[in-house]
């Protein structure tokens, strides 16, 4: 069965460094949406792709998180400078199109000292 | 804005049992809802998709019904078994502007199923 993969499942990192996370996802799922979840809360998303284009990163805090998908398929997003309040769960999931069933891949644990 | 609340927020009950989780939302303006299984540490499994049109979805031993006029959904597990313990969670995709498609989760439903 097809599954949205993510690596590196977990990340430890000090406050300041860069970190970056790879999202693919299943073959032929145009959208790609990266979640971001706080312990004991639900998923809050941080960017939307629909093929390679950024459908909105309205809550993407750009100075500094980054996200790209340049070929439309597989997708990175970074932090850099990570801060305490960055450690959280990470979650990339999959779409045929905007209108349909969202697939969740495993996510990336992200701790920050 | 769309708010997703769900009730309770955590629920303990004996093997077998038959249990019903709440979801509500405020804006009734959705195409579908979906229920997602969380287990600790892990990513979310797709339990359940409903569609506006559909009053009731059925998977095994889940059922998921709709009242999008009065932004309300249930979840309900028979027979309920320990591996069923996990968080349970709904959400509802926006419906239009530059969001379109992007999920609002609510908080989740704590569920432990002791023997």
């Known amino acids: 069965e097809a599954e949205v993969a993510q690596s590196p499942r977990y990340k430890i990192t000090e406050k300041s460094q860069a970190v970056a996370f790879w999202c693919d996802p299943i073959?032929?799922?145009?959208?790609l949406y990266w979640y971001r979840q706080i312990l004991g809360q639900g998923p809050e998303l941080l960017v939307q792709f629909q093929d390679e284009s950024v459908v909105d990163d309205s809550q993407l805090p750009k100075d500094r998180f980054s996200a790209e998908r340049l070929k439309g398929v597989d997708s990175t997003l970074k932090i850099q400078p990570a801060e305490l309040g960055d450690s959280a769960m990470y979650l990339c999931?999959?779409?045929?199109?905007?209108?349909?069933?969202?697939?969740f891949g495993p996510g990336t644990r992200l701790t920050v000292l | 804005k769309q708010e997703v609340t769900q009730i309770p927020a955590a629920l303990s009950v004996p093997e077998g049992e038959n249990l019903v989780l709440n979801c509500s939302f405020t804006d009734s303006a959705i195409y579908n809802l979906q229920w997602f299984r969380q287990d600790p540490g892990k990513g979310l499994t797709s339990l359940l998709l409903i569609q506006s049109s559909q009053r009731e979805q059925t998977s095994g031993r889940l059922n998921a019904s709709l009242d999008k006029s009065s932004g309300r959904s249930t979840l309900y597990i028979a027979a309920s078994q320990p591996g069923d313990s996990a968080t349970y969670l709904c959400?509802?995709?926006?419906?239009?502007?530059?969001?379109?498609?992007?999920?609002?989760f609510g908080q989740g439903t704590i569920l432990t199923v002791h023997p």
């Open positions: 073959s032929g799922h145009a959208t």
């Open positions: 959400a509802v995709p926006d419906a239009g502007g530059t969001s379109y498609g992007k999920l609002t």
């Open positions: 999931a999959s779409s045929l199109g905007l209108a349909n069933e969202q697939f």
